[in-house]
């Protein structure tokens, strides 16, 4: 039976990206279609209600998820295999 939190099985519904620095990219692509795209730098965190997407390099939400009063175990499950803590979930 496959690890329904591998990698490999999951499949992202959508791409969760900062609208700035994909807006950048798109102009830079126009000026300089060979020229490389700015990395994007996001920290994923743990918040009271559930977890937040941040984009760094604008200072701005990207996306956030509220889990509410809903169980976290698979959280929790998620954070053991990475070597995360949720000592705080």
Same mark, same amino acid.
């Given at each position: 039976?496959?690890?329904?939190?591998?990698?490999?099985?999951?499949?992202?519904?959508?791409?969760?990206?900062?609208?700035?620095?994909?807006?950048?990219?798109? &102009?830079?692509?126009? %000026?300089?279609?060979? @020229?490389?795209?700015?990395?994007?730098? /996001?920290?994923?965190?743990?918040?009271?209600? !559930?977890?937040?997407?941040?984009?760094?390099?604008?200072? &701005?939400?990207?996306? %956030?998820?509220?889990? @509410?009063?809903?169980?976290?175990?698979? /959280?929790?499950?998620?954070?053991?295999?990475? !070597?995360?803590?949720?000592?705080?979930?």
């Amino acid at each position: 039976m496959s690890d329904p939190l591998s990698p490999k099985s999951i499949i992202p519904a959508e791409v969760v990206e900062c609208l700035i620095c994909k807006a950048e990219n798109e &102009t830079a692509r126009r %000026h300089d279609p060979d @020229g490389d795209e700015a990395p994007a730098l /996001l920290q994923i965190g743990r918040t009271p209600l !559930g977890l937040q997407v941040w984009c760094l390099r604008h200072d &701005t939400n990207v996306y %956030h998820v509220e889990f @509410g009063k809903h169980d976290l175990s698979v /959280l929790r499950m998620f954070e053991a295999q990475i !070597g995360g803590s949720a000592a705080d979930a």
